[in-house]
Nanobody, 121 residues
Framework: QVQLVESGGGLVQAGGSLRLSCAAS????????VGWFRQAPGKEREFVST????????YYADFVKGRFTISRDNAKSTVLLQMNSLKPEDTAVYYC??????????????WGQGTQVTVSS
């Protein structure tokens, strides 16, 4: 069974940075796209970023362009989301997921449990 585990969330002041990590056992990520989504209280889950299986292609939601960077290390079966210039509106639970290279959550079939990111003003 594929298990994805996010880490790196926490509390940070506005303008600060966090780096989220998505890890899976074995080669569970190496042949698949990995996406990051987030869900704030009272809101629907929304797309943040995704990276193709080989790392050559990426997508970002408009609201994170220029601030967040997604990367992957298939040898370590890890995908990172570097988040800079964080804003209070970035506060949410962040999820990583494995699936197709897409901005649509239904194209991802395995999800982590999420990690909380809180940005104070």
């Amino acid at each position: 069974q594929v298990q994805l585990v996010e880490s790196g969330g926490g509390l940070v002041q506005a303008g600060g940075s966090l780096r989220l990590s998505c890890a899976a056992s074995g080669r569970a990520l190496s042949s698949y796209a990995v996406g990051w989504f987030r869900q704030a209280p009272g809101k629907e889950r929304e797309f943040v970023s995704t990276i193709s299986w080989d790392g050559r292609s990426t997508y970002y939601a408009d609201f994170v362009k220029g601030r967040f960077t997604i990367s992957r290390d298939n040898a370590k079966s890890t995908v990172l989301l570097q988040m800079n210039s964080l804003k209070p509106e970035d506060t949410a639970v962040y999820y990583c997921a494995r699936g197709f290279f897409s901005r649509t959550s239904s194209d991802y079939f395995y999800w982590g449990q999420g990690t909380q990111v809180t940005v104070s003003s």
